[in-house]
């Protein structure tokens, strides 16, 4: 028993000189239904409630809310802090209390700040950033990714599972055809924007012109856009596409699954078996 008290004792010195960043940063979700665009408030909800309940308690998922506009901008602010990761999922509306109106703070709205510190939105059903009823068109996408000419139109674009789409969505391989009415056009991306993976493309593999779902990546801050079915109606799956898309691919590529030190170190400590004890 004195051995495996040392041991015990001697790990948790060195663990106390370790760097906090050696730790997992658990991935904070906040899900936005209270306004929606191109699928019914209903239907959003109910992607929704599919999407949180899979991820809660999750490995590397932290905690996950489903927020009305204002608390929703609070709680952005709070995520406001470089590298979080944090991920704001929206259904086809941006709330105005993150992004006034008619693009009318082009730089340093709520909504910007937050993906420049490193903290991701998700979209699915119509137009990136587009808001309700055309309340930002074309200049929403624009002046978030600070690329002025990008837009995302194309109807029915049909889109072909890649081998990340295989891999990472078992809900998107079983899908018999994949479809965007908004794809991201990835010919427009400029040198600070990147496509980090396409789930499925025109092409059907990263080499294309039109993706969806897809995430995309800025370069030197890390914010990232994912679109996930940008459809007219949004019949498609996308709470579990998107739930297989965050905890299959995501937690992992932003190392929110790196050493947990408040859920496996103390389950370390107590398995720790040695000989002759």
Request: aromatic share 10%; hydrophobic share 40%.
């Amino acid at each position: 028993m004195k051995r495996i008290a040392i041991f015990s004792f001697c790990c948790l010195l060195v663990l106390s000189f370790l760097p906090i960043s050696s730790f997992a940063k658990a991935i904070d979700v906040c899900v936005y239904t209270e306004t929606t665009q191109w699928i019914g408030q209903g239907e959003a909800q109910k992607q929704a409630d599919i999407l949180m309940k899979r991820l809660k308690g999750k490995p590397g998922i932290g905690k996950v809310e489903n927020l009305n506009s204002k608390p929703a901008a609070e709680w952005m602010k709070a995520h406001t802090k470089k590298d979080g990761n944090h991920v704001f999922v929206m259904y086809g509306d941006i709330p105005t209390t993150i992004y006034p109106a008619g693009c009318a703070k082009k730089d340093g709205s709520i909504a910007e700040k937050y993906l420049e510190a490193g903290n991701t939105f998700t979209n699915s059903a119509d137009y990136f950033f587009w808001g309700q009823g055309g309340r930002n068109k074309e200049c929403g996408i624009q002046t978030m990714m600070d690329i002025p000419g990008i837009v995302q139109w194309d109807d029915n674009t049909q889109m072909k599972l890649t081998a990340e789409g295989k891999k990472y969505s078992p809900t998107l391989a079983k899908m018999k055809a994949i479809e965007s009415d908004r794809p991201f056009h990835v010919d427009s991306l400029d040198k600070k924007w990147e496509l980090e993976v396409a789930f499925a493309s025109k092409s059907g593999n990263a080499k294309t012109d039109r993706a969806d779902p897809c995430i995309l990546t800025e370069k030197n801050y890390k914010g990232r856009l994912i679109q996930v079915c940008q459809t007219l109606g949004c019949p498609e799956p996308v709470g579990d596409i998107l739930a297989d898309i965050l905890l299959n691919y995501y937690v992992e590529a932003v190392g929110a699954l790196a050493v947990d030190a408040n859920q496996k170190l103390p389950l370390a400590w107590g398995d720790i078996k040695l000989g002759g004890e």
